[in-house]
C-alpha cells in the first residue's frame, strides 16, 4: 500500500510512519513544507505520491492553545481538511482518505452518558474542540455527496514516548524529570480531578491502518481504551516509576477556561470493524514515556 500523511512529523506522524513501514507499505510524509490550506500545493504533492490511503494528521491540536487564537484554528483545521479532501477527489479519487478528529467533540459530558459512542451527541467545548466537529461533518459531507471514501476517526487521550510537553502526561513527565535532576521537592501541576480514556499512540496508530483497509466510507469511529483514569492517578503513577516523591502544587496559570470532567469511550464499532483491541498497557506506555526523557 501506498501511504500519504499530512503533518508527519509530529507526535503520531512519527509513530504512525513507523507502523505503516513495518507493515510493508510505501509511506510518503509531509508537514509544513506543504501547506494543507493550499490546494495547488497538495495536490501536486498527491499527484507525485499517488497514495492509496491518506492519513489527514496535520492541524492545530492543543486544546488550550486553541483558545488564544480560535480564527487560525478554524482555517487549518476546517479548510485545511475541505482542502486535503478536495485535492484527493481530483488527483488520487479512489484513495482512502483517514481524516483524524477527536473525542473532544463530545464536549462535557455526564457520568451517566458514558461510554460514549459514535450515536453520543456532540458538544463541543472548546475552539479547538469546535473546529473538530466543523471537520468531520466536511468530511462525511465528502463522502455521502462526492462518494469520495472517507472514514473519520475521533480518538481519545493517545499518549506515548515523544509527545510534546504541552500535552498533560508528557508535562508532567517532563516536570517529575527535571524535578529530579534539580532536587525540586514541588511540582506544579493543573486540574488533577479529570478523568481521560488514554491509549497508547501505538496502539492508535495501528487502528488507523486497519481502519484504511477495513472502515466504512462515511463512517466515524472512536478509537479508546474504554476505561477512565483521574489526572491524578497519572502524576501519582509517574512518581512511582520514576522512583520520587514531590508536593503538588496547583498552578493557575495550567488551568483551562473549560476542562471536560470525564471522558470515556466504547472502541466496539472500531472492533466489530477490524477486530483491534488496545495491547499496551497505561503502566508500560507511562515506562516508556520516562525511558524516552531519560535517554535524552
Not at 516523591?245 to 466489530?272: H, I, K, Q, W
Request: aromatic share 6%.
Amino acid at each position: 500500500m501506498r501511504a500519504y500523511l499530512t503533518g508527519g512529523k509530529g507526535f503520531v506522524g512519527h509513530h504512525l510512519e513507523r507502523h505503516l513501514v513495518s507493515c510493508g507499505d510505501e509511506v510518503t510524509v509531509t508537514d509544513r513544507e506543504v501547506d494543507v490550506c493550499n490546494f495547488d500545493e497538495v495536490a501536486a504533492s498527491l499527484a507525485a505520491a499517488q497514495p492509496s490511503a491518506i492519513y489527514h494528521l496535520a492541524g492545530l491540536a492543543h486544546v488550550g492553545d486553541s483558545w488564544g487564537n480560535p480564527t487560525q484554528l478554524l482555517s487549518v483545521n476546517v479548510v485545511g481538511t475541505g482542502v486535503v479532501l478536495a485535492a484527493a477527489r481530483e488527483v488520487v479519487p479512489n484513495a482512502t482518505v483517514i481524516v483524524v478528529s477527536s473525542a473532544e467533540v463530545y464536549g462535557k459530558v455526564q457520568e451517566r452518558d458514558l461510554p460514549l459512542t459514535e450515536h453520543s451527541p456532540i458538544a463541543p467545548a472548546s475552539p479547538y474542540a469546535a473546529s473538530k466537529a466543523a471537520a468531520e461533518f466536511v468530511a462525511v459531507q465528502a463522502a455521502q455527496g462526492f462518494g469520495q471514501r472517507v472514514v473519520v476517526v475521533r480518538p481519545f487521550n493517545h499518549i506515548g514516548p515523544g509527545q510534546s510537553r504541552q500535552f498533560a502526561v508528557s508535562a508532567f513527565a517532563h516536570r517529575i524529570h527535571e524535578a529530579m535532576a534539580q532536587g525540586q521537592s514541588t511540582l506544579k501541576v493543573g486540574n488533577l480531578t479529570s478523568r481521560r480514556d488514554f491509549t497508547d499512540v501505538r496502539d492508535v496508530v495501528a487502528a488507523y491502518r486497519l481502519l484504511a483497509n477495513h472502515g466504512a466510507s462515511g463512517e466515524i469511529y472512536n478509537v479508546c481504551s474504554g476505561r477512565d483514569v483521574e489526572m491524578h492517578d497519572i502524576v501519582q503513577q509517574l512518581l512511582q516509576l520514576a522512583g520520587t516523591s514531590v508536593t503538588l502544587e496547583v498552578d493557575p496559570e495550567l488551568l483551562r477556561p473549560v476542562d471536560v470532567p470525564v471522558l470515556r469511550g466504547s472502541a466496539d464499532r472500531l472492533n466489530d470493524a477490524t477486530g483491534w483491541t488496545p495491547t499496551i498497557s497505561l503502566e508500560q506506555t507511562l515506562r516508556d514515556v520516562l525511558a524516552n526523557l531519560a535517554a535524552q
